[in-house]
């Protein structure tokens, strides 16, 4: 039997694997990962153009300094890092490839986890069969997403359209665009870092949206981080260019929050300043709602802008009427040609990678459960899960829950206890959704991840600084109920 089962081998199971043996060098553990590589979200997207839509620095590993000059970074890049990490601290010899975890059953007769796998062989091609894992932890840093299936609405005629449709979750490898016209649907971070790309060969991108993002243009020359990295030693400098965006993150959050005109405005003087004179800024940029009720689309260096200046790129804001064989009839009565439409509508929230849990043969509802400390389930024994912040990087979060994680592991540990969860019990207490967003993904899913509760660390908070005081200060068997098996 194990020590540890982490399933998923994405920034978040790579880094609970560091603090897991940072802190339990003896413990022995597992990472399960369904896809054939290391990355999770950055192997799973292959999009041209694709990339952080948050400042690398802090999406990246405290204990592993990201040596690139650009703030934010290429999908691939990222993807180069995680894999370079895992190989660096030998995690990926722990990595089980082509591991999908179908169902994890626990029983409180030993205090042990099951874990029933679906094993397509390492190279993702053999037949499958199915197979157990036993271990007496569980974490999932499975994300929060569902992998299989984005989120791609019903187009009326969609069938007669003689082009060709695409999502950006399952981008075709060599789909050629070149000179092509394509109409891209959605207005969110994959828009905005898809378009530009496509741009650059295409013959006409338009991007197609029914209601205006927040996008802020993010200067990919450094200033700061060059002259850290010559006076520091490359961990120190790392550090310090951490913490000072996360600060600069956290202040721009809390100052458009709590005086969202003033943000709005700041927000908006930013387009433009990129943009001319009498461009439409009012219909294609102003959105309905405040800063950061939706997560805030980053563009480097104005390159939306000036795809849009050159001509490349044209903004369109409507609705859909249909699609006909030659484009999209929108309900203004203008026809868009396209050869090529791609579906960047979003995602379909998945909670714990849609593993089936049971705890002594009951099934565990997720949405039914509140969380505690932003990564334990109320009365599940033994089981965290990982997910980041909606107005910060999600490795900030990511972290801080490894290393909560592997500290409990090794309390229990050390102490002998085979088993620990949080117990709200018989108190009452209100509920509101994990996520304060106002996103699409998350209205249309409201059961699809845990509760977050209104007080104490029953409440998931997005607020990293008080999160990390918290973690710094706090006691690791607060309000756990211990036992042995």
Known sequence: MLDVIIIGA????IDCAYR????NPDADYLILERRTGIGGTWDLFRYPGVRSDSDIYTLSYPFEPWRKPQALADGTDIRHYIEHTARKFRIDERIRFSHKVISADWDSATDTWTLTVEDGGESGTDTSRTRTYRSRFV???????????????????SDEFTGQIVHPQHWPENLDYA???VVVIGSGATAVSLIPALARTAGQVTMLQRSPSYIFSSKQKQYFAPIARKVLSANAAHQVIRTRYALQTSALVHLTHRFPRLGRKLLLSSVTSNLPDDYPIDV????????????????PDADLFDAINSGAVEMVTDHIDRFDADGIALTSGRHLDADIIVTATGLQLLGFGGTRIRVDGAEVKPHDRFVFKSHLLEDVPNLAWSVGYTNASW????????????????????????HAYPHLGSETMGSRPLWDLKAGYVERSPDALPKSGTRGHWQVRHNYYRDAIDHRFGDVTDSLVFGRV
């Open 395 to 418: 490795t900030l979060r990511a972290d801080m829950t490894a290393r909560s994680v592997s500290a409990l592991i090794r309390h229990m540990r050390e102490h002998g206890y085979t």
């Open 284 to 299: 294609h940029f102003t959105p309905t709602y405040n800063p950061w009720d939706q997560r805030m689309c980053m563009v």
């Open 139 to 157: 974490v999932f840093a499975t994300g929060y997403y569902d992998y299989d299936n984005p989120h791609t609405p019903r187009f009326a005629g």
């Open 20 to 23: 897991l043996r940072e802190q």
């Open 10 to 13: 994405g920034l978040s199971g």
């Open 179 to 181: 000179g092509k016209n």
